[in-house]
């Protein structure tokens, strides 16, 4: 111990000596000539290359396992849709890029294929499963090399969702991590979709042992204010993020299809408003922030077409009682009819074009993997007139499609 | 880079191989250096420069410490480098905070001020190398080391990349003598080492991220009223994950550092364990603890001039241990809360000497289950984002709020957070007066094997979702 110590009581450091043990063995460090510290660590005397090997061999057995067993119950190989993914994707965009931005359906419903076929560009990428597209607009915004075409899918509950809410935090997120994307983390994250194309458990969303633990049968208290559950894994997302809805989920009737379907309903119905906040106090706040929501987004979407980016609002179809669940959060009318006119940017609700409103949506939300090249191209022709039109003010409102019940 | 990522198990096979294929101790130190270097880098690579500058410069002042013929001359060149470390660190941590309470004080007197807001990255590990760099100094000049020749070793120990960004805080005089000769290869010291990497990760990415962090993060940013139980699951949640998140640090850092060949002292001895808090001192951020008394507490006189002199240099030197872990008063009010019952203590201990009683198992562990409490209470202030959030969470705690409380954590993550803390204390209340080497050098080899198959399949169950560590913005 250190000489100095001798004139203190102070007890609330004075480190205890190393504590024998009677089967370990002390290994001599290299002495200091300066140094009165002794800290040579102490090694257990245990047969360590047995045990090394015996561990090895157990590991990798239960890991051969676990993986085997994934693969059972219908996983197969393919990357996490992670913030990594989204940030390298961002980090594509180029002054002339054509950015899709939005939620899953956007994710889900728009073949890149396709896209780059008819448009001349692969579009990259950035909508993102279960956000608000608003933070990555207003990144796009404050984005001066940006001037390309931007194709925004509108979903208004998710569009207009708070701040603080979970759909802004998943934008938020990603949006975070390409700010603070070190090398290390880049590094990681090439390595880790290496492995990813390779190993089927390894699927952050439902085989992490975070996500088995929440999937353990536990009931919550009868007065828990618990989010519901996210859907199980039903989907794939390639190195240029092209999401692909996996087969199972896409069968009428199966268990994935079913579960997935019934996991929207809940996630999809307005939460009761905070106790600790006066209900009509709550509507007012909540009333003032759509409000400004309306005019950030107005505001954002003038700076992009000065500097010459073409827009277009995109809404993609959407079936089934989810319909009336988004309507009863955000009403059609007042959602996408103001985003519409408000900014006098062309605008395609899906909902209403027959050739695009055909499809059956297996889960009521996204189109299967062969729907969606269908759907892609048929959608082309829209995107191609929305792209080439002129653009109107938004006080010309008038001009601007008028937006129907889907 | 994260110890719990792919980019440091791949950096770190390499440097392994490297390191235990070169013959040369010289060279083998230099690539120790480049490896510690390419380490910090990986974060932001103009800030290794920073730290480079740090420690140049005190080698430097090391020298001129050394080389002065008066006292006055000494002081002065010590002076000189706690100006320059302390200044640094200043600057980066504590600039937007000096700023804003001076701005605070002004308007006091009625002065409007709006100071500007320093756009800075406060870069990682400040805290820890600055105080790894400054103790060389301070040592040279207390006399207890004498200055190193090789500039080389010097930034070897201020930056050897296992202790570099979130401890332990390992002193130069107990870093450069091994760095003077080279450590002989030792398979046992070197799996054992690789088990206690696999333990750190184990308690870092399981215990702290997977078991723990939810709840604690849920409670800690949650606006309204809480339930009571969902409070006091929140702070155990919490009171876990800061032990395992920065325990797992240095217990990856000591096995790290083994595998290279290098012995790092303990940081943690079961601390939550403790009967009271000077015993806790003793077994929390060690190395913290041991810096603060040698460079502080007993500079200041230590005990030496009276209690009341002794109790009043525990609360600065307590204070200061509160504020270098984060410039906010939140973290000052921790601080202070560990300062007053360290004084307590010493007041009880004086008053209850000769007491007889206080050494039976029943008041030992209900002393234990006090200080436990009291701590808890103390990281409420540690972790709330401001006063407020602090308040809300105490009166949740106590039961004394005003309207109903908000149960908002699932059952299964309290069942959780319960089995967590069932077994942390357990655990350290049965390893209190051993060692971890004590015990698993009498566990059957089967046992040991089970263990760390257990805990290397759990690491690759979590899926790496790569968190950083806590201390890491400190």
């Given amino acids: 111990m250190h000489s100095s110590t001798s004139n203190s009581e102070f007890d609330l450091t ?49 890991t051969v396992a676990w993986e ?83 194709i925004l899918d509108i979903v208004p509950a998710m569009f207009l969702a708070p701040a603080g809410s979970p759909p802004m935090a998943v934008s938020q997120k990603a949006l975070r991590r390409r700010d603070e994307w070190n090398y290390s983390q880049k590094w990681s994250h090439r390595m880790g979709m290496d492995l990813e194309e390779h190993v089927a458990f390894l699927k952050q969303e439902d085989l992490s042992l975070a996500q088995l633990l929440k999937q353990l049968p536990i009931p919550n208290r009868a007065n828990a204010q618990v989010g519901p559950p996210l859907p199980p894994y039903f989907y794939t997302v390639d190195r240029d993020r092209r999401g692909r809805m996996v087969e199972q989920a896409a069968i009428l009737g199966s268990p994935l299809q079913q579960r997935v379907a019934h996991g929207w ?32 987004t107005a505001q954002h ?41 408000e900014n006098g940017v062309p605008a395609i609700d899906t909902n209403t074009v027959p050739e695009l409103n055909s499809f059956i949506l297996p889960e009521w939300s996204h189109l299967s993997a062969p729907d969606s090249v269908e759907f892609t191209k048929r959608l082309v022709p829209h995107l191609q007139r929305a792209l080439g039109a002129v653009e109107v003010p938004a006080a010309a409102n008038a001009a601007a499609p008028r937006p129907t019940s889907g | 880079m994260l110890f719990n990522s792919l980019t440091f198990v791949v950096f770190f096979v390499i440097v392994l191989t490297l390191y ?46 050394a080389a002065a013929r008066t006292p006055g001359q000494r002081k002065a060149w010590l002076i000189a480098s706690l100006t320059s470390n302390l200044s640094m660190l200043g600057f980066f941590k504590y600039g937007n905070f000096l700023l804003e309470n001076t701005k605070a004080l002004l308007a006091l007197a009625g002065i409007a001020y709006q100071p500007p807001h320093l756009d800075l990255f406060l870069p990682i590990g400040i805290s820890f190398y600055t105080f790894h760099s400054l103790s060389y100094t301070l040592d040279v000049y207390r006399g207890t080391t004498q200055p190193t020749r090789s500039l080389r070793d010097f930034t070897l120990a201020v930056s050897f990349f296992p ?24 398979s046992s010291r070197f799996i054992w080492g690789l088990l206690l990497m696999t333990l750190g990760l184990f308690e870092k990415t399981v215990l702290a991220d997977t078991m723990l962090a939810s709840a604690a993060e849920s409670v800690f940013s949650y606006h309204g009223p809480l339930a009571s139980l969902d409070a006091w699951t929140g702070v155990l ?86 504020l270098w872990h984060g410039a906010a008063w939140t973290f000052v009010v921790w601080g202070v809360i560990h300062g007053l019952m360290l004084v307590l203590e010493r007041v009880l201990r004086h008053i209850f000497k000769d007491a007889a009683w206080t050494d039976r198992l029943g008041v030992q562990v209900l002393l234990g289950l006090g200080t436990y409490a009291v701590v808890c209470l103390a990281w409420v202030f540690f972790r709330a984002p401001d006063f407020g959030s602090a308040m809300r969470i105490v009166m949740a705690m106590v039961g004394r709020l005003p309207i109903a409380g908000d149960a908002i954590l699932p059952t299964r993550e309290i ?60």
């Fill in chain 1, 14 to 62: 004075t480190a205890p000596a190393p504590l024998p043990s009677p089967n370990a063995r002390r290994r001599p460090a290299p002495r200091a000539a300066q140094s009165d510290l002794d800290f040579t660590r102490v090694i257990p005397a245990l047969p360590w290359k047995g045990i090394v090997a015996a561990t090895a061999l157990l590991t990798l057995a239960a």
């Fill in chain 1, 68 to 150: 085997i067993n994934a693969r059972t119950h219908g996983y197969a190989p393919s990357l996490n849709d992670t913030p990594d993914l989204w940030a390298e994707q961002r980090n594509r965009v180029e002054p002339n890029s054509i950015v899709l931005v939005g939620t899953s359906r956007m994710l889900f419903n728009a073949d890149l294929d396709v896209l780059e076929e008819a448009l001349g560009q692969r579009p990259v990428q950035l909508a993102l499963a279960g956000s608000s597209p608003f933070p990555v607009l207003a990144d796009l915004a404050q984005d001066p090399s940006f001037h390309g075409t931007l």
């Fill in chain 1, 265 to 296: 309903l809940p996630l999809f119905t307005m939460p009761p408003p905070p106790s600790f906040i006066p209900p009509e106090q709550f509507g007012k706040m909540m009333g003032e922030a759509i409000e400004q929501r309306f005019k950030d």
């Fill in chain 1, 301 to 341: 979407i003038a700076t992009l077409r000065a500097r010459g980016v073409k827009i277009v609002f995109v809404r993609m179809p959407v079936q089934g009682p989810l319909v009336q669940k988004e309507e009863a959060i955000v009403p059609l009318a007042f959602g996408w009819g103001r985003l519409v006119q």
């Fill in chain 2, 20 to 65: 235990w294929t070169l013959r040369s101790w010289e060279a083998r130190k230099n690539l120790l250096l480049a490896a510690s270097y390419l380490f910090y880098g990986t974060w932001n690579p103009p800030f290794a420069l920073l730290l480079f500058a740090t420690t140049a410069l005190d080698f430097w002042l090391g020298a001129r410490i």
């Fill in chain 2, 163 to 186: 202790q570099l960004v979130a401890g332990p805080i390992v002193r130069a005089v107990d870093f450069l003598p091994q760095a003077a000769q080279p450590p002989k290869p030792d």
């Fill in chain 2, 237 to 322: 949640a919490f009171s876990g994950q800061i032990f395992f998140d920065f325990a797992g640090y240095s217990t990856c850092a000591i096995g790290a550092a083994l595998t290279l060949g290098f012995h790092l002292r303990d940081n943690f001895r079961f601390p939550y364990a403790a009967v009271g808090f000077s015993d806790f001192w003793r077994r929390w951020h060690i190395s913290l603890s041991t810096f603060l008394r040698d460079y502080l507490y007993i500079p200041l006189g230590g005990n030496r001039a009276g209690a009341v002199k002794a109790a009043l240099n525990l609360m600065i030197v307590m204070f200061i241990g509160g």
């Fill in chain 2, 415 to 474: 069942l959780q957070v319960m089995i967590v803390t069932a077994g942390l204390l357990a655990a350290h209340w049965l390893l209190r007066k051993t060692s971890m080497e004590a015990v698993v050098a009498r566990t059957p080899r089967w046992a040991v094997t089970a263990v760390w198959s257990v805990m290397l399949f759990s690491i690759i169950l979590t899926q790496g979702n790569g968190n950083a560590f806590i201390y890491f913005q400190f």
